[in-house]
């Protein structure tokens, strides 16, 4: 069996954990991850997250997904070799002031990020922590990548109870926010996230920023209304107090708040922020709005 | 159970080859000296070569050590047979008498000098164990304690059920999901398809094995150093755990997201709309069937299908399969027939085995007794006898 060294050469370090590697006249990205914990101890072995990420990538074959090549291990450390993407992509891609020349390029990307995750639900899997920061973009082939699976984990139904602290905080669901006991989430999780990128897309900032469980749920209730059994049928089972919900608030009108928007886009933007998991689109019909006809 | 590692358990050993052959060319020449370990591993993978990793019946293979000090050695004692030298012998029809007395029917006047005679009077003359075989007793496999290819050991269905057995009481016992028990399985049947191993390693890999499902299930896994260490009563260290654990995904490819029997079940119990006893019925043999290699030469999909057909069967539901059913299954009743067949056969036998903690766990009121019902009838063959 052939070594690292031996398999891939011409090192070139990106980052401190990342490096660009060559085989056979290809280049690839190599991860490096250790399986060692902060006081240098192996305790639980492999990460949960590591098992999870390369057994899910590894099934895995669609376009906008960083496709994983090899898997080395080198005492504490394991090597995660993905395809190369070139210095034209760029991470967090909504930091990226070029994304937002062109009305049609957020629509393109958008419809590349639910084509992706529509995907991923169809194969039972749940991102679970779809942000930003985990997507690749190359501006000039208008082409996406997702990458970083290690939240991600397979579902099946009946629902299981999920931890309820995965993802950032900021592109969590209503259903993730009300932690008590409320962990049976599902696809309209990642969809719910997917809500929020487009609507940072739109505004050029963050659509909810708070900095708690609590004070996140005031800033959804403030633009979209508080949740009723009629809104949101068992909401107050599930929330186990209406403290919780603070005082009731009416939905504000997106499209007041987002006029850049035709009426399509307002429509998916409403179906994809809705309050009740159960009612929220799902990304396998986001993909057949109407909101993309011509892409 | 787990507090006694299995590797307890005596060796079963099949022989792939006749060790007398090894020895052919040099007794012909009434060498006296033993053939050389060279010569051995050559005959040894002249026979082995080509010969599966699973054996019939998906029996896995796993490659047999050199014997420890503390590990009994397998003893091939021959047989006593009268040994005819017929050189030695001053009359020929003294051998016939012998011959006749024996009831050789096929003897004939004429003696044959056959090389398998040759061989087996030579080899036992070199040896010295015409006349001695109380005093000496032959280990066959001390020149091949280092040719893993010589002789192997068999994990059987006893073995399978034992290490089933402990995965349960762990299982129930941490309160895990059952996906993290399946995927368990799974595991282990998978590395063990690929990788002979020692029995002394089986507790091992279940070990590993579970850890890693737990990882892979499991919203809040138990820790390795405080818990899966105590599981084998120590017999492993923390270390071996962890090693193997990499061995494993190594080996799998770390190919993990894998479809299992449960994922099937759960639709197809669905599907059966049913009620608290049939989810319990189809459960409990989908975990028997789980517990024997014979069920592995079906698909996932197949083995749930015939648990929801047969609990069906066992508590008399009409109809038996409907339309509903094959829609979301994809199999027809007569499709489910044979591994349906199977599963109640393990249902009529399951409570008089010594492994019996599934039969145990569903014989829970709170798993409203199920274990306890009678199999299917009309999957049993005639004549059997069920619990």
Redesign the interface.
């Known amino acids: 069996m052939l070594t690292l060294r031996e398999k891939y050469y011409d090192f070139d370090q990106i980052s401190s954990k990342v490096f660009k590697c060559r085989r056979d006249d290809q280049f690839f990205t190599m991860k490096i991850v250790s399986i060692l914990n902060e006081e240098n101890q192996?305790?639980?072995?492999?990460?949960?997250w590591i098992?999870?990420e390369?057994?899910?990538l590894?099934?895995l074959d669609h376009i906008n997904i960083v496709r994983l090549i090899d898997?080395m291990?080198d005492g504490p450390d394991l090597f995660l070799v993905f395809e190369y993407l070139d210095n034209e992509f760029q991470a967090d891609f909504l930091k990226n002031p070029k994304m937002f020349m062109y009305p049609q390029m957020k629509k393109e990307f958008l419809y590349q990020i639910l084509n992706t995750v529509a995907y991923l639900h169809a194969r039972k899997i749940l991102l679970r922590d779809l942000r930003p920061e985990n997507i690749l973009v190359n501006v000039r082939t208008q082409v996406l990548k997702i990458a970083l699976f290690g939240a991600a984990?397979?579902f099946?139904?009946?629902l299981?109870?999920?931890?309820s602290s995965v993802g950032c905080l900021s592109y969590r669901s209503p259903e993730v926010l009300f932690q008590f006991g409320c962990?049976k989430y599902s696809t309209p999780n990642d969809v719910w996230a997917v809500g929020c990128i487009f609507g940072e897309m739109l505004l050029h900032r963050p659509l909810f920023s708070g900095p708690s469980d609590v004070e996140l749920l005031d800033e959804i209730f403030t633009l979209l209304g508080t949740p009723t059994e009629e809104t949101w049928p068992g909401v107050t089972s599930i929330c186990g107090t209406c403290a919780l919900m603070g005082p009731p608030q009416q939905p504000k009108d997106l499209a007041k708040e987002f006029p850049m928007l035709n009426p399509d886009g307002l429509d998916l933007l409403s179906k994809m922020l809705c309050l009740c998991p159960n009612y929220r689109i799902s990304a396998e019909d986001a993909v057949k709005h109407p909101y993309f006809k011509g892409v | 159970m787990a507090s006694r590692p299995i590797v307890q358990q005596e060796a079963r050993v099949i022989y792939f080859y006749d060790p007398l052959r090894i020895f052919g060319a040099k007794l012909l020449g009434n060498a006296p000296a033993p053939a050389t370990a060279e010569n051995n591993k050559k005959q040894a993978c002249a026979n082995v070569a080509g010969s599966p990793t699973v054996a019939n019946g998906g029996v896995v293979v796993a490659k047999r050590m050199a014997p420890k000090p503390d590990q009994k050695k397998v003893v091939l004692k021959p047989k006593p047979k009268k040994v005819i030298d017929i050189k030695a012998s001053p009359n020929k029809k003294e051998v016939l008498k012998d011959k006749k007395k024996e009831g050789d029917s096929n003897f004939k006047k004429k003696s044959h000098h056959t090389l398998t005679l040759v061989f087996t009077t030579r080899s036992k003359a070199t040896w010295g164990i015409t006349n001695k075989l109380k005093e000496r007793i032959i280990d066959i496999d001390s020149d091949d304690v280092d040719d893993e290819l010589v002789v192997v050991e068999c994990i059987d269905d006893i073995y399978k059920a034992i290490l089933f057995d402990w995965l349960i009481l762990v299982h129930t016992k941490f309160n895990l999901l059952l996906e993290t028990l399946y995927l368990t399985i799974n595991i282990v049947d998978r590395f063990l398809a690929v990788k002979n191993v020692p029995k002394r390693e089986l507790q091992l890999i279940d070990i590993s094995a579970l850890l890693m499902a737990t990882k892979y299930e499991e919203i809040y896994p138990p820790q390795v150093f405080g818990n899966f260490v105590c599981l084998s009563d120590r017999a492993y260290t923390h270390e071996q755990i962890l090693v193997m654990e990499k061995i494993i995904l190594a080996k799998l490819e770390w190919t993990l997201t894998m479809p299992i029997p449960l994922v099937f079940l759960l639709r197809f119990i669905k599907a059966s709309v049913p009620d608290q006893e049939l989810e319990n019925m189809a459960h409990f043999l989908s975990e028997l069937g789980m517990m024997h290699y014979a069920t592995i030469k079906y698909f996932p999909s197949m083995v749930a299908a015939s648990a929801v057909f047969a609990a069906r069967c066992a508590l008399n539901k009409a109809p038996l399969w409907n339309e509903t059913l094959k829609l979301h299954s994809g199999y027809s009743q007569e499709q489910l027939m044979d591994c349906a067949r199977l599963l109640v056969s393990f249902h009529s036998t399951v409570a008089n085995r010594e492994e019996k903690v599934v039969y145990l766990k569903y014989s829970d009121p709170e798993k409203g007794v199920v274990a306890m019902l009678p199999p299917a009838k009309n999957l049993l063959p005639e004549g059997s006898n069920s619990q």
Do not use: D, F, L, Q
Not at chain 1, 42 to 48: E, K
């Open positions: 192996a305790n639980n072995g492999v990460p949960y098992i999870r390369i057994s899910i590894k099934e898997v291990t984990r397979t099946e139904a009946p299981e109870a999920y931890s962990e």
